[in-house]
Nanobody, 124 residues
Framework: VQLVESGGGLVQAGGSLRLSCTAS????????MAWFRQAPGKEREFVAA????????YHSYAVKGRFTISRDNTKNTVYLQMNSLQPEDTAVYYC??????????????????WGQGTQVTVSS
């Protein structure tokens, strides 16, 4: 099983990016999913998560109102729309699968990580 994140890049402060996460040979629609990020020298940090259907979402305080997690189960893809990006959003972004179906938790141990991540760099 391999998750593949894409869509990262370099953007100026105030700009937007949309990240995608997909998998081959693995049906993501069977799972609650999440996005995490890790900046250099810092611990991996929860960003957002959503239920299997995508109807319920949970965003961290740091990104609430700026980022939106969503999914298209017909495309086996989870997205992270990031608006009003700031330099402090610079990190490698990873998607993750919920171990137990929960999407309302920020605990790292509740998720599995299988992707290589995608780099997001925000310049000031």
């Amino acid at each position: 099983v391999q998750l593949v994140e894409s869509g990262g890049g370099l953007v100026q402060a105030g700009g937007s990016l949309r990240l995608s996460c997909t998998a081959s040979g693995y049906t993501l629609s069977n799972y609650a999913m999440a996005w995490f990020r890790q900046a250099p020298g810092k611990e991996r940090e929860f960003v957002a998560a959503l239920s299997q259907s995508g109807l319920s979402t949970y965003h961290s305080y740091a990104v609430k109102g700026r980022f939106t997690i969503s999914r298209d189960n017909t495309k086996n893809t989870v997205y992270l729309q990031m608006n009003s990006l700031q330099p402090e959003d610079t990190a490698v972004y990873y998607c993750a699968v919920s171990r137990n179906g929960r999407y309302d938790t920020e605990r790292l141990s509740e998720y599995n990580f299988w992707g290589q991540g995608t780099q997001v760099t925000v310049s000031s």
